[in-house]
């Protein structure tokens, strides 16, 4: 038997044990919850990200549908198991998720790079050339107005 044919039906509103399952509903949802995506929903993710070249992890356009699918998973499990959605644990669960999977991506969704040496160069040569011609011309300047006081 599986962790979400596990569950019981819950007490209807307005009886005695109504609040109190709520609660329980809510807290006791740890363990078999847990289990539950871990097992159906990251084991999914897991496979269809190993299919995805690691390279295209921090592309979001690559990864938002699996990502989608990720979190319905989540709800649907916690739906299924009468669980708030959501809680702590899915907090968590993709606090994880995101530490193993998109730990190196930056929020733009792509790896920060230096540009090319062809682009980059110019912007690093034109600034010393022009120090180098200003402070030649100042001192040119300087020596030529010398001799006409």
């Keep these: 038997m ?15 044990n109504w609040p109190v399952s709520r609660c329980v509903s809510a807290l006791g ?9 871990e097992d159906f929903c990251l ?17 979001w356009e690559d ?6 699918e990720l979190t319905n998973c989540t709800y649907l499990v ?16 993709f606090i994880r998720v995101h530490r193993h999977y998109f730990h ?8 920060p790079m230096d540009p090319p040496n062809r682009i980059l160069g110019p912007f690093i040569v034109v600034p010393i050339l022009v120090t180098l011609l ?4 100042v001192v040119w300047r300087s020596k030529r107005s010398e001799g006409i006081v």
């Design 2 to 16: 599986t962790a979400l044919q596990q569950t019981a039906a819950p007490p209807l509103p307005g009886t005695a």
């Design 29 to 37: 949802c740890g363990p078999h919850y847990e289990y539950a995506i």
């Design 43 to 59: 084991g999914k993710f897991r496979l269809d990200m190993q299919e995805l070249d690691q390279r295209h992890w921090c592309s």
């Design 63 to 68: 990864t938002v549908e699996l990502y989608g």
């Design 78 to 93: 916690a739906l299924k198991m009468d669980c708030f959605w959501p809680n702590r644990l899915v907090d968590e669960f």
């Design 104 to 111: 190196d991506c930056s929020l733009s969704g792509r790896l």
């Design 134 to 137: 200003m402070t030649a011309l």
